[in-house]
């Protein structure tokens, strides 16, 4: 079975300062790694994913996202955030093999302020 | 155009009452899913359909009942409410059913279960 810890709920930012949210995850196997962005009362938007190769993964709206298998973490980061990304953020991965079936953790709430 | 739908979007009713959450996607994927995300934002799979057939069932109480007619449909009817069933209910779908596979979803249907 997997599991995913975001270690921080919130984060506060100001705008136009560099962010890291914090990803670590347990897992017996390979997994592939997402990161989503939900917007407020919205549904949840894929921003990049890990599947294999490079371990540093480039997404949408210039989040990227750092694959460490030793450390078991996905850090995801953007070196200067505006305040449309005020969103909640979901780290997840799913197994290799199988059915494709996501393990969310428990978000991290992005608060940009002015 | 939407890529998922879902409706209602929002929906209030009382215990003991029987709904369905209706859910279409124009991506002309095979996989489709229902995800339940809780008052903490928790997000968890429910069920998953690869054209039209079950291939994911979690440990959802036997109240909740996927259908699906077709493909590109994927409606979710729940019985006998119950006040522990307020949640967020997403819909979502994938080009297939791997775990490498990105997922789109809809907006969510807000049941409010009084």
């Known amino acids: 079975a997997q599991s995913v810890t975001q270690l921080d709920s919130q984060v506060p930012v100001f705008e136009e300062a560099p962010v890291e949210l914090r990803c670590n995850y347990s897992?017996?196997?390979?997994?592939?790694l997402f990161w989503y962005v939900q917007y407020p009362n919205q549904g949840l938007q894929l921003l990049l994913k890990y599947l294999s190769g490079s371990t540093l993964v480039k997404g949408i709206n210039g989040f990227e996202a750092e694959f460490n298998k030793s450390q078991t973490s996905f850090h995801l980061r953007k070196p200067s955030v505006h305040i449309s990304d005020t969103a909640e953020y979901f780290c997840a991965v799913s197994d290799l093999q199988g059915a494709q079936k996501l393990v969310f953790g428990q978000g991290t709430r992005l608060t940009i302020n002015p | 155009d939407t890529a998922v739908s879902q409706t209602p979007k929002y929906l209030v009713t009382q215990m003991g009452n029987d709904k369905s959450i209706k859910c279409e996607q124009n991506?002309?994927?095979?996989?489709m899913y229902w995800y339940k995300q809780d008052s903490k934002k928790f997000l968890k799979i429910m069920f998953s359909?690869?054209?039209?057939?079950l291939i994911i069932n979690e440990t959802v109480p036997n109240r909740f009942s996927p259908k699906s007619p077709d493909k590109a449909h994927l409606n979710l009817h729940i019985n006998s409410l119950e006040l522990g069933d307020s949640a967020v209910y997403f819909c979502?779908?994938?080009?297939?059913w791997g775990g490498g596979n990105t997922i789109y979803f809809g907006e969510g249907s807000w049941l409010t279960v009084v």
């Open positions: 991506l002309g994927h095979d996989t």
């Open positions: 359909y690869n054209n039209k057939e």
């Open positions: 897992s017996s196997v390979s997994v592939y």
């Open positions: 979502a779908s994938s080009p297939g």
